[in-house]
Nanobody
């Protein structure tokens, strides 16, 4: 069964950078509407950044100018580049995307398992 697999989380000092990656675990037909979400301690899951099928992007105000979402269509992978990290960015980060796994199944929404990002002050 295809899953979304994330990588790149970890512990970093304030002001540092991390890059998260997300890709399907197996072959797919197409991937659209990709996004990164995060859930900090005691908080609801929130949208961090998203990229649509037409390549347009949007980011939460709290990360504008620091985080960038991008995609590599050839690799079926999308990324979240996080610069100038702050302690308040500490959260579990989840990737999300619509995947069409086979020609015979409709597109469906998938979540990654989550990766911890911890920013120390």
């Amino acid at each position: 069964q295809v899953q979304l697999v994330e990588s790149g989380g970890g512990l970093v000092q304030a002001g540092g950078s991390l890059r998260l990656s997300c890709a399907p675990s197996g072959k797919i037909v197409s991937m659209n509407n990709m996004g990164w979400y995060r859930q900090g301690p005691g908080n609801q899951r929130e949208l961090v950044a998203a990229v649509a099928s037409d390549g347009s992007t949007n980011c939460a105000d709290s990360v504008k100018g620091r985080f960038t979402i991008s995609r590599d269509s050839a690799k079926n992978t999308f990324y979240l580049q996080m610069n100038n990290l702050k302690p308040e960015d500490t959260a579990v980060y989840y990737c999300n995307a619509d995947l069409k796994v086979t020609m015979f199944r409709p597109m469906r929404n998938y979540w990654g398992q989550g990766t911890q990002v911890t920013v120390s002050s």
